[in-house]
């Protein structure tokens, strides 16, 4: 079978990785892909959200079915698109229709389903530039931190979290009647801080059944002891010490079921992944938010981490038969370390050529923002690469991850040292 995965991160390389593996998988392609993904699939130099050009891909290439790496295809209707065209509505799309991305394209869509299934969640409500005072009056019912998010997609940038009252009261003001992050905060949710330690849960449904992964702890802060600027993620790790198999029965009964039998009730037919992010809090799970695809970087320590053929569970979920399929997880921790352009995430250059790839040899590299120039592989983004190391413990995979950085080099360079410091 032909397959064809939508996106250009480590986590489509992570998946292009994983679906070679498997004899089932004929020919893989990527849009548009990168220099990691170059060396196992066909890049093609489309965007995920040209969906004339994806189906005139799908179709000179006898193209069967379709995995969606990003975001912004699913909330843009890709899976709707493909089920309303004669030609593609018979090839399976692994990723949510257009009403099971408002999950993640919406924060008040999200916020609403866990009220109206009895998700544990923070309080919040949700303002625009017409309810404005009204905003300010709830953020003073509030002790700081003031989280203030925007409803809709701002590629990351969206969530502020915020100390000062006042500040948090500008902040809200220049969000909903200045769009400081467009048209995404022209409504704004505003949440009450949850305390306790983060962590994030990953499931594969095929709408009625599904299977949970493994669970993975990303950073996201660009400075070591989680300081600094946000960015996508700088390192992750699985599985996390402190999610035990009581813990991990908690989140299915209290999150995970509720979450598919509400997409059910809701006539949601729901069909890929769900990335749940949550807080532990003194060991009871609290939901921070879905995401409608499975996470940055933490793709490259969960996927590694599954034994099965992928291909094997994306056929489940295509043909709803997920419950039939075979699901091992190595019992090994799996640990990545993120290596960005200097500068990132504010601005930095690209094009910054990277050596002693072929001198890595305990891990796997997981490429990002990389892309091919004059047959050398260079920097194209902020993240450019992961760095996946298998060990016993977090620390035997760090330590591996760490020694294969030492072999990697490009201009301005940049990674924290102290990945996975807190479960240590």
């Known amino acids: 079978m032909n397959i064809l995965i939508l996106g250009s991160g480590g986590r489509e390389h992570a998946f292009?990785?994983?679906?070679?593996?498997?004899?089932?998988?004929?020919?893989?392609?990527?849009?548009?892909?990168?220099?990691?993904?170059?060396?196992?699939?066909?890049?093609?130099?489309?965007?995920?959200?040209?969906?004339?050009?994806?189906?005139?891909?799908?179709?000179?290439?006898?193209?069967?079915?379709?995995?969606?790496?990003?975001?912004?295809?699913?909330?843009?209707?890709?899976?709707?698109?493909f089920l309303a065209d004669n030609e593609l509505k018979n090839i399976p799309v692994i990723g949510p229709k257009k009403d099971g991305a408002l999950l993640e394209g919406s924060k008040d869509f999200s916020k609403q389903f866990m009220e109206k299934h009895g998700i544990p969640t923070a309080k919040y409500k949700s303002f625009t530039k017409d309810n404005l005072e009204e905003g300010?009056?709830?953020?003073?019912?509030?002790?700081?931190?003031?989280v203030l998010k925007a409803d809709g997609l701002?590629?990351?940038?969206?969530?502020?979290?915020?100390?000062?009252?006042?500040?948090?009261?500008?902040?809200?003001?220049?969000?909903?009647?200045?769009?400081?992050?467009?048209?995404?905060?022209?409504?704004?949710?505003?949440?009450?801080?949850?305390?306790?330690?983060?962590?994030?849960?990953?499931?594969?449904?095929?709408?009625?059944?599904?299977?949970?992964?493994?669970?993975?702890?990303?950073y996201k802060r660009i400075g070591e002891g989680d300081t600094?600027?946000?960015?996508?993620?700088?390192?992750?790790?699985?599985?996390v010490p402190f999610a035990d198999d009581a813990f991990l029965d908690k989140v299915e009964e209290l999150v995970v079921k509720p979450t598919i039998n509400g997409l059910q009730k809701d006539g949601i037919d729901y069909r890929g992944f769900i990335f749940i992010g949550l807080m532990n809090d003194n060991g009871?799970?609290?939901?921070?938010?879905?995401?409608?695809?499975?996470?940055?970087?933490e793709t490259e320590v969960v996927l590694p981490r599954i034994e099965s053929d992928l291909f094997d569970l994306f056929d489940g979920v295509a043909k709803q038969n997920l419950e039939e399929k075979l699901f091992h997880v190595t019992s090994k921790t799996a640990t990545t370390v993120?290596?960005?352009?200097?500068?990132?995430?504010?601005?930095?250059?690209?094009?910054?050529?990277?050596?002693?790839?072929?001198?890595?040899?305990?891990?796997t590299v997981f490429h990002a923002g990389t892309t091919l120039k004059d047959n050398k592989v260079v920097t194209s983004g902020g993240r450019v690469?992961?760095?996946?190391?298998?060990?016993?413990?977090?620390?035997?995979?760090?330590?591996?991850?760490?020694?294969s950085?030492?072999?990697?080099?490009?201009?301005?360079?940049?990674?924290?040292?102290?990945?996975?410091?807190?479960?240590?």
Request: aromatic share 8%.
């Open 16 to 81: 292009a990785l994983k679906l070679s593996e498997s004899n089932k998988v004929d020919q893989l392609f990527v849009a548009p892909g990168n220099a990691g993904t170059d060396k196992v699939a066909t890049n093609l130099a489309i965007s995920p959200t040209d969906f004339p050009a994806i189906k005139q891909t799908v179709l000179q290439n006898d193209i069967k079915m379709v995995v969606v790496g990003p975001e912004a295809p699913l909330v843009n209707g890709v899976h709707d698109f």
């Open 136 to 146: 300010y009056t709830f953020l003073e019912t509030l002790e700081a931190p003031y």
């Open 154 to 218: 701002a590629a990351g940038k969206g969530v502020l979290i915020l100390f000062s009252l006042d500040e948090a009261k500008t902040e809200l003001k220049e969000m909903v009647t200045n769009q400081k992050f467009g048209e995404a905060s022209s409504t704004v949710v505003i949440e009450e801080f949850l305390k306790g330690i983060e962590l994030s849960v990953f499931v594969l449904t095929d709408g009625k059944n599904y299977k949970i992964l493994p669970s993975a702890k990303d």
């Open 228 to 239: 600094g600027l946000n960015t996508g993620g700088m390192g992750a790790i699985s599985p």
């Open 284 to 297: 009871n799970p609290s939901v921070v938010e879905y995401n409608v695809r499975m996470g940055d970087p």
């Open 338 to 363: 993120m290596l960005v352009s200097g500068g990132y995430p504010e601005s930095y250059e690209k094009n910054k050529e990277i050596t002693g790839l072929e001198n890595v040899k305990e891990s």
């Open 385 to 403: 690469m992961a760095i996946t190391s298998f060990g016993d413990t977090i620390e035997e995979a760090l330590a591996k991850s760490y020694r």
């Open 405 to 424: 950085i030492e072999e990697i080099s490009f201009d301005k360079m940049n990674f924290r040292k102290d990945i996975g410091f807190d479960l240590i």
